[in-house]
């Protein structure tokens, strides 16, 4: 019986140990555009610091204002500006990837209300490795300042 206890124990520890761990994804400086008319597309932006030993991936974002949101790229061919739809975005170990306009950002579609400055947003962002972060997003037209 005496060993019975134990083990469940240890199992325990191991359990409250597991949940305890902080996450090897950081996100910071999050910030999305205003959208003043209904059902225009808006932006969203922050960056992901990967502390882990292994790369993890962005694979989806959602958000409770919104049933339709992509992550995109912005890139320069020809001499033109496109943006498009990605899969994903991959964070190295050590790595820093910051969405920011003009580079990765996140499009959110089909809203049905508007926000504008000084409002905040719910976003969930969706890793394969560290699963759900969500965060609490502040509407601003322009980018804060990065504090590092
Ligand atoms: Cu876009």
Redesign the pocket.
């Known amino acids: 019986m005496k060993k019975i206890l134990s083990v469940i124990l240890i199992f325990v520890a191991f359990q409250n140990n597991a949940l305890a761990e902080p996450s090897d994804i950081i996100i910071s400086n999050e910030w999305a555009r205003p959208i003043l008319v209904t059902g225009r ?1 808006g ?1 969203a932006y922050f960056t992901v610091e990967n502390k882990g030993t292994e790369a993890d991936r962005l694979v989806s974002v959602t958000s409770t204002i919104s049933p339709r949101l ?1 992550i ?1 790229e ?1 890139t320069m061919k020809d001499g033109v500006m496109k ?1 498009s739809q990605v899969d994903y975005i991959e964070v190295g170990p050590g790595e820093n990837v910051e969405l920011k306009p003009g580079g990765y ?1 996140i ?1 959110i579609f089909d809203t049905a209300t508007q926000y504008k400055e000084g409002d905040q947003i719910d976003l969930t962002l969706h890793f394969e490795k560290a699963g759900a972060i969500t965060k609490t997003v502040n509407v601003t037209s322009t980018a804060p300042n990065s504090k590092n």
């Open positions: 597309p932006g992509e995109h912005h943006m950002h499009m």
